[in-house]
């Protein structure tokens, strides 16, 4: 594989890391993908081994982000309802207001709707804030694991 080549890969994991902070874009799957890229090319069992050892940490990591975090929205008594309105208003919210709109309306919809829901300041709050830990607890769980392949993919490219 080309110098020029080996670049592309890597650029194509960076956006994949990216990914892994922009809601919408599916980072995992753009890493995985940059992998499997360089695995077609180099075609040498190190690479294959790197491909199969980025598969199971991705599909592990796929596991862990949604068991993990969500004994944290239970425990925060959120309805999913709620997550699910509050999505819905990031979404709008990054139409309205491009890209810093997202999160804004997400988290301003959860904190609104758990008002309405709890009634008081300091619990509609304290609902959210637990919410936003359990999400940012997946985005740091996703971004470990394509750090794991990311470095995997490094170390492989140095030693061939």
């Known amino acids: 594989m080309s110098v020029w080549q080996l670049v592309a890969v890597g650029l194509v994991m960076l956006l994949g890391l990216l990914g892994v902070l922009v809601p919408g874009i599916p980072g995992p799957l753009i890493v995985w993908a940059a992998v499997l890229w360089w695995t077609l090319s180099e075609k040498s069992s190190l690479a294959w081994v790197v491909l199969m050892g980025a598969t199971a940490v991705l599909l592990l990591n796929q596991t862990l982000k949604w068991?993990?975090?969500?004994?944290?929205?239970?425990?925060?008594?959120?309805?999913?309802?709620?997550?699910?309105?509050?999505?819905?208003?990031?979404?709008?919210?990054?139409?309205?207001?491009?890209?810093?709109?997202?999160?804004?309306?997400?988290?301003?919809?959860?904190?609104?709707?758990?008002?309405?829901?709890?009634?008081?300041?300091?619990?509609?709050?304290?609902?959210?804030?637990?919410?936003?830990?359990a999400i940012g607890l997946s985005v740091l769980i996703e971004l470990f694991a394509c750090l794991l392949v990311v470095g995997a993919w490094t170390g492989a490219v140095a030693a061939g």
């Open 67 to 133: 068991l993990l975090p969500a004994r944290n929205l239970r425990a925060a008594g959120a309805p999913y309802r709620a997550l699910f309105l509050a999505g819905v208003a990031g979404i709008v919210g990054f139409f309205v207001i491009p890209v810093i709109g997202g999160p804004l309306c997400a988290v301003g919809g959860l904190y609104l709707l758990e008002r309405v829901r709890l009634g008081s300041h300091g619990d509609a709050w304290a609902s959210a804030r637990t919410a936003l830990r």
